[in-house]
């Protein structure tokens, strides 16, 4: 700051034309500070909020299976080549699976058939709905009091239509074409317990994520590297799962 002062005695101060550059300088320099810091936080917000959904996914999926396995009979889970997941196909690979219990059936569409509009609408191997969209489900337990969803025909197909009335949704389904919502990526379940009784343990693996194949690394299921150009660092979440898990006859 400068002072100058008149022949009248009279001082007038104020600021050079360097100094207010400078005040400028700093003032903006801090506004950008703040920005990119909100919008930093802006995108750790967003994670954060799709991490927990899938977590709470998770944890909801987990107590529904614990809760029915434990209500079924080892000797009635339906098995494919022993395998207790049952998964259908079609040319471009798995495109939905399900575990049938007995009375309950767990019944889904891999994350792979949700990302893909052509597979959704064609495929097959893809679970619906009887609605009148049938619209292909996400993740479901089905009252399947007969077995009719584990028992493949004479020419080795499942029933791949599933009653309204009958499913509980456990994921969400997409409600557009262009939505990406948590899905399925992977499901093991392995029996532990060798004997052949109605009381069994099993272990099971499952993976959750965001539907958005081109933002994951398949391989190894984790979401891309900020340097990847397909990286989305505000939504791409995904989250490992374990379990054990017993029949109770």
Not at 23 to 31: D, E, K, Q, R, W
Not at 115 to 136: C, F, G, N, W, Y
Not at 240 to 245: A, C, R, S, T
């Amino acid at each position: 700051m400068t002072q100058r002062c008149k022949q009248s005695g009279w001082c007038t101060q104020g600021f050079t034309l360097v100094e207010l550059m400078l005040a400028m300088t700093f003032i903006s320099v801090l506004l950008l500070s703040i920005a990119m810091t909100a919008i930093q936080a802006g995108h750790i917000y967003n994670r954060g909020m799709v991490l927990r959904s899938i977590n709470q996914s998770g944890r909801d999926i987990a107590d529904s299976l614990r809760r029915d396995f434990l209500q079924a009979n080892a000797k009635k889970i339906a098995t494919a080549n022993n395998n207790p997941v049952i998964t259908l196909s079609d040319p471009g690979g798995v495109r939905s699976g399900r575990i049938c219990l007995g009375y309950y059936t767990y019944v889904w569409n891999t994350a792979a058939a949700l990302d893909s509009e052509a597979v959704r609408t064609s495929s097959s191997a893809v679970v619906r709905l009887t609605d009148s969209a049938h619209t292909p489900v996400n993740f479901a337990r089905v009252i399947d009091e007969d077995g009719a969803l584990c028992r493949a025909d004479a020419r080795g197909k499942y029933q791949n239509e599933i009653d309204v009335a009958n499913t509980t949704h456990l994921l969400k389904n997409l409600s557009s074409p262009d939505e990406v919502v948590v899905a399925l990526h992977k499901i093991v379940v392995q029996k532990i317990t060798k004997e052949d009784d109605t009381e069994q343990l099993y272990k099971i693996q499952y993976v959750l994520g965001t539907s958005k194949l081109s933002e994951i690394n398949t391989a190894d299921n984790t979401c891309k590297p900020p340097a990847d150009a397909a990286a989305n660092l505000d939504f791409c979440a995904i989250n490992n799962f374990d379990m054990m898990v017993r029949t109770n006859g």
